[in-house]
């Protein structure tokens, strides 16, 4: 077997038994009252010369098979990218960093929800966001990487690689829920033949419901399973996990919290590990100041609000990007204390 196809098959077994019959049922009537509602809740993209028409996800997205297969789908140009605000949420500007609108689906006649996929680094992270009737922004999701090798898992050693393998599964429900399975598979290719082996898994199952009046996402339950043998790349990808958090989400800090207390070990010193979670948590102070902000602000002694002060100092973290984090928050008592602390104007 070669190994282009034992990846293609790791990528497409776990999704074909995660989609399931679990999907949306509709009846005729049903599907005409929604082609109309769709044609209402999405007339912002058909303004904007998009055709949603060619975009409706199906009940199940099964990556890499849809990604591959997806003939319609819909690459930003800079200006769409602003318009969609893929460029302030994302840092999308469609020559350094393109994205792809794969598809659209309608929560209510208020509420849409548009995946794509942005392509920067080794790492093509999917991204669903929320968009009220007038294309507004109401809430967004980075959603992890979906599909294709993840090279950040990728090491050699010996007469061996190991190639971290990504897919997932969303399937769309009613009611404006959806499920998310996420896999890492690890394998192990001989560089001298032989057969690719499966060595571990990690896997994450969450579902969510999009409020149909604000567009918030919820999560309201979840699982995830690690492998019992613990080693860099499972910590990594815990660390990862802890991303695909809703904008909105106020909690997401104590789950950071808990990820440090329990490595707080390897977090210590200049280790890789204590790298890749600052700047987890610099990210999300750049997408959701107001809440990181105002949580640290009353847990101060967390470890999560030691190590975020710490790495600040330690990768100097430019002034205007902290205090552009800072106006953010409401509480004044809060937003003076984080101006004092990193000596703001």
Not at 236 to 253: A, G, H, I, K
């Amino acid at each position: 077997m070669r190994m282009t196809h034992f990846l293609s098959l790791c990528l497409t077994m776990f999704a074909m038994v995660a989609c399931g019959n679990q999907g949306r049922q509709a009846t005729e009537g049903q599907v005409s009252k929604d082609m109309q509602q769709y044609k209402r809740t999405l007339q912002y993209l058909t303004d904007m010369g998009i055709s949603p028409d060619t975009l409706m996800l199906p009940e199940c997205v099964n990556f890499p098979v849809f990604s591959d297969t997806t003939s319609h789908s819909h690459w930003l140009t800079a200006d769409e990218a602003v318009t969609l605000g893929m460029k302030q949420l994302c840092g999308v500007d469609a020559d350094g960093t393109p994205a792809i609108l794969l598809g659209v689906d309608t929560i209510s006649d208020q509420v849409s929800l548009l995946l794509y996929q942005v392509y920067y680094g080794d790492k093509s992270p999917v991204v669903l966001v929320t968009y009220d009737a007038d294309g507004v922004v109401m809430d967004m999701m980075n959603a992890g990487t979906w599909a294709g090798v993840n090279t950040l898992y990728a090491n050699q050693h010996g007469d061996a690689m190991d190639l971290g393998v990504d897919s997932a599964v969303m399937t769309l429900k009613d009611n404006g829920e959806f499920i998310v399975d996420h896999y890492l598979t690890m394998v192990q290719r001989p560089t001298s033949g032989g057969e690719p082996r499966q060595l571990w898994q990690c896997y994450k199952k969450s579902s969510y419901r999009v409020d149909p009046v604000v567009g918030l996402f919820e999560e309201y339950d979840g699982e995830v399973r690690l492998p019992e043998a613990t080693n860099d790349d499972v910590v990594r990808r815990e660390l990862e996990m802890l991303s695909w958090t809703p904008l909105q989400d106020e909690e997401v800090m104590a789950r950071y919290d808990a990820f440090a207390q329990r490595h707080a070990t390897e977090l210590s010193g200049q280790s890789f590990l204590s790298t890749l979670y600052a700047f987890a948590l610099f990210d999300r102070l750049d997408l959701a100041p107001w809440s990181m902000l105002s949580w640290l602000y009353e847990h101060q002694d967390s470890r999560v609000y030691r190590l975020f002060v710490d790495a600040v100092k330690e990768h100097q973290l430019e002034p205007d990007r902290l205090l552009k984090a800072v106006k953010t928050i409401q509480d004044p008592k809060a937003k003076q204390y984080w101006k004092e602390q990193f000596n703001l104007e």
